[in-house]
T-cell receptor, first 109, second 115 residues
């Protein structure tokens, strides 16, 4: 997998939007952008993925830059249960995933 | 919603003993994975499995490790002679065949403690 760069940690206030950035300047044309999160004492959990267009689902939105060299995971209204490590992963459909260190999100009441 | 289940949730084993970690992937999935996470570290890929054979394995997955799909529902990871450094959380994941870029679905893991 191509490399991604994420901030080590971020803080948010409860009920406010959170924008988690990810840089992937070496992304190739076939790489999908996947986001997973890992809550304390749980396995990784799929959040969202996309290729070129912005994506929305019940958990989050994914905004992908026009040149695809960066993306942003948007949690529209953070809750205490959203406190987790968020992983941005590039995935070629034929290859398996490799996790980086991710961004540890802290949500303050 | 279908989920990946792993048993046991916690396994304590003496160093040098064999251990088998068990996973029941989502029923219509065809790709299976094992990952591990040493305490405080990142999730590390171990092996992927498709069509009854290993598709890819990492440098961690040496001769002490093996995987098997003994029947239509279980997917197991065996460590033949455990070492202290095998202590970690082990996560199983599965993926549907259809659709490019489809996500992997993870279990909640087995905590392996080697004494």
């Amino acid at each position: 997998d191509a490399k991604t760069t994420q901030p080590n940690s971020m803080e948010s206030n409860e009920e406010e939007p959170v924008h988690l950035p990810c840089n992937h300047s070496t992304i190739s044309g076939t790489d999908y952008i996947h986001w997973y999160r890992q809550l304390p004492s749980q396995g990784p959990e799929y959040v969202i993925h996309g290729l070129t267009s912005n994506v929305n689902n019940r958990m989050a939105s994914l905004a992908i830059a026009e040149d695809r060299k960066s993306s942003t995971l948007i949690l529209h209204r953070a809750t205490l249960r959203d406190a987790a490590v968020y992983y941005c992963i590039l995935r070629d459909p034929n290859n398996d995933m490799r996790f980086g260190a991710g961004t540890r999100l802290t949500v303050k009441p | 919603e279908p989920e990946v289940t792993q048993t046991p949730s916690h396994q304590v084993t003496q160093m040098g003993q064999e251990v088998i970690l068990r996973c029941v992937p989502i029923s219509n999935h065809l790709y299976f994975y094992w990952y591990r996470q040493i305490l405080g570290q990142k999730v590390e890929f171990l092996v992927s499995f498709y069509n009854n054979e290993i598709s890819e394995k990492s440098e961690i997955f040496d001769d002490q490790f093996s995987v098997e799909r003994p029947d239509g529902s279980n997917f197991t990871l065996k460590i033949r002679s455990t070492k202290l450094e095998d202590s970690a959380m082990y996560f199983c994941a599965s993926r549907d065949r259809t659709g490019l870029g489809q996500p992997q679905h993870f279990g909640d893991g087995t905590r392996l403690s080697i004494l």
